[in-house]
């Protein structure tokens, strides 16, 4: 795990330039769609001051997923997360420089008593909203179990993960995805898993993405990253700091 923490960090570095050759931290403004297990890394990065270490103070804003992409195009922030790489694939000028999963996280549970997923034609079906992610995985997922989205089953819009979970509890709907934590509350409340989305789809669930803007006037400022990055691990090697990394790896 402290590999991917490091190397959240280091993306960071790699455009805001590195502490060797900054006097003070930068701050910078990173959204981040919601506190799910996906974004982890994030905050323990912060908390155990990698950012601090590569000459950053990361400020982790909750903002919802197209809000997020706005911000970031209109530069009110400086990276963002979640629907910003279906925005970069989609044409946006965004550029992603790094992934935490390239699967979906998340499961496919359902009440009590349903076994199986055709068991779900004409129930209700949570997701987020019409148009996000879990609602695409869902129009591709189901169809291998042939049922289709809006046609043998109702989808109904129910918000966050946690709201999802709320909503099966309450009995307003048949089935939902969850993603952790909810996906393991609902597993320990006896709430059956029809399917895990892993193991149907390869997705980008989970990233960090800037302006082509916003990289192109911090990174003309500064020699090639491949250049920071040999020069950043030298002195670290000097000064004996790769060897604790190392140590920390075990």
């Known amino acids: 795990m402290r590999i991917r923490y490091l190397l959240c960090a280091l993306a960071l570095s790699l455009i805001y330039g590195l502490p060797e050759f900054s006097c003070a931290e930068e701050k910078v403004h990173v959204a981040v769609s919601n506190f799910s297990a996906s974004y982890i890394p994030m905050y323990l990065a912060q908390k155990r001051g990698f950012y601090a270490e590569e000459g950053l103070r990361a400020e982790l804003i909750l903002m919802a997923g197209l809000t997020s992409t706005r911000a970031l195009i209109g530069n009110s922030v400086e990276f963002g997360s979640a629907s910003n790489p279906t925005a970069a694939v989609q044409g946006a000028k965004l550029k992603i420089l790094m992934v935490f999963n390239d699967k979906p996280p998340g499961d496919f549970m359902a009440q009590p008593g349903i076994k199986t997923v055709t068991e779900l034609r004409g129930k209700r079906v949570g997701g987020s909203t019409v148009g996000s992610l879990d609602y695409g995985w869902l129009r591709e997922v189901l169809p291998k179990f042939g049922l289709q989205l809006e046609k043998d089953v109702n989808f109904v819009p129910v918000g ?34 029809l399917f895990r989305f892993a193991d149907h789809l390869e997705d980008i669930q989970a990233s960090i993405v800037a302006s082509d803007d916003r990289l192109a006037r911090h990174v003309r400022a500064r020699r090639a990253p491949g250049c920071a990055v040999n020069d950043h691990l030298r002195r670290r090697r000097r000064c004996g700091s790769t060897r604790r990394v190392r140590s920390g790896l075990r």
């Open 160 to 193: 966050s993960t946690s709201s999802r979970y709320t909503a099966l509890r309450a009995g307003s709907i048949d089935a939902a995805s969850l993603s952790p934590p909810s996906s393991l509350l609902a597993q320990s409340a006896g709430y059956p898993t």
